[in-house]
């Protein structure tokens, strides 16, 4: 068994923006290609069943990723502990991570599925899920938990990839997913009539192919990410290490969940035809919020390797690229919003209410939403750099403090819709100021110079 996979990418030595592109344009093609996918359910809900169930699977999101944030924020750690014993030549350590990773993600995916299908119900009728819509919410939820396990596999399987600069597979492997969703979706709910659940059985679907494909690959890898089923476990020690910078990471991503949630809440207030058009707008929206996630993971990726290889002199240049890089894939979607916003609502509903409703949402982050990608890329240089507990506090207080502030303080004397939403670019704005303020700081503590 080779000890490096032939699949890297050298983040160690060269120019880094044209490396930082490679490692994220299939990331970018990745996630973009998910959320068209998960857009087709919503596209043909909202044509061939109905308002109320456009409704019914756009509140969930904030629900959803409450509880699915923490166990990805788990797959941040693996990435980074991966990477950075990988520059070092620590392949033993690499290899232990693989095994370790594969065995927390299939546990933490069945004890999502339980704690789903007791909370969900309560959760969404405490959020406010007018009586019309709370039924199909819950039962969409229940199907779609069903898959976790194969959800949660895919995601730390694409972070041990990703730790070696390896995301055209897992782009691979998400295409082929992807058009089985699409298929499954349209014979469900177009010909078996099954509406909203038959969305989340196609999803879930799409998870199981993924999942074994990305299996798959680990199993014929002949270097140290190879995977032996026969040797699935739960190291401890290997948990502690990737638990440092993933549970945090985790709770930081809860903590803007709750946050999310609450606002959901808020957002529910104005009712069905205002919820139905700010999840529409969240979901074109987050094409945008994709592409800009995928700089965060290579900003992770590139600041782990060297670290871990102590190539000190090139963290400032990482940090100043991902910033641009952010820039650059971030001018497509900010056209497209400005000019064609309606347009592309009307892709998922034909009801006018609706898209205007959803207009004063895309209005609003079309000119503002680069500043979450600023964000992220400030706070993934910290995960990268190994601090864990850190960013989580800033967070707690630049993002999450303050949008509590303003739905508790602000929002009951103005209850408008607009002013509601403005409390996100203020707090992306706070919150990386913040950050790359405390950057300068964690760079002054490390050697100016490389160490070989």
Known sequence: MNTKSKHEIDMLNGSLLPKILEFSIPLVLSSVLQLLFNAADVMVVGQFVGSNALAAISSTGSFTALLTNFFIGLSVGVNVVAATNYAAGKYKDVNRVVHTSIGTSLISGLVLMVI????????LSAMGSPKEVLPLSVLYL?????????????????????????????????????????????????????????????????????????????????????????????DLKIILKFGK?????????????????????????????????????????????AAMHSIYSA?????????????????NKIYLNSFLCVCIVSVPFIIAYNFFGRELMGLYTSDIEVINAGMVRLGLFALTYIICGFMDVASGMMRGLGYGTSPTVITLLGAVGFRLFWIFFIFPVYHDYYLLLVSYPISWAITTVVFVLYYRYARSKLPKGDET
């Open 116 to 123: 789903n299908y007791f909370l969900s119900e309560p959760v």
């Open 142 to 234: 229940r199907i779609l938990f069903a898959g976790m396990p194969f959800q949660l596999l895919y995601n730390f399987g694409s972070a041990i990839l990703r730790s070696i600069g390896d995301t055209k597979r897992p782009l691979k492997y998400l295409t082929v997913a992807g058009v089985v969703n699409v298929i499954l979706n349209l014979v469900a709910v177009i010909v078996f009539k099954l509406g909203v659940a038959g969305v989340a059985i196609a999803t879930v679907a799409s998870h199981v192919v993924s999942s074994l494909l990305i299996v798959k690959a680990l199993m014929e890898e002949d270097s140290c990410l190879k995977l032996d089923l026969r040797r699935l476990n739960l």
């Open 245 to 289: 910078i993933g549970i945090p990471a985790g709770l930081q991503s809860v903590l803007f969940a709750v946050s999310n949630v609450l606002i959901q809440s808020s957002v529910n207030s104005f009712g069905s035809i205002v919820m139905a058009g700010n999840g529409v707008a969240a979901n074109i929206e987050g094409f945008q919020y």
């Open 299 to 315: 900003t992770i990726t590139f600041a782990g390797q060297n670290l871990g290889a102590k190539k000190y002199s090139r963290l």
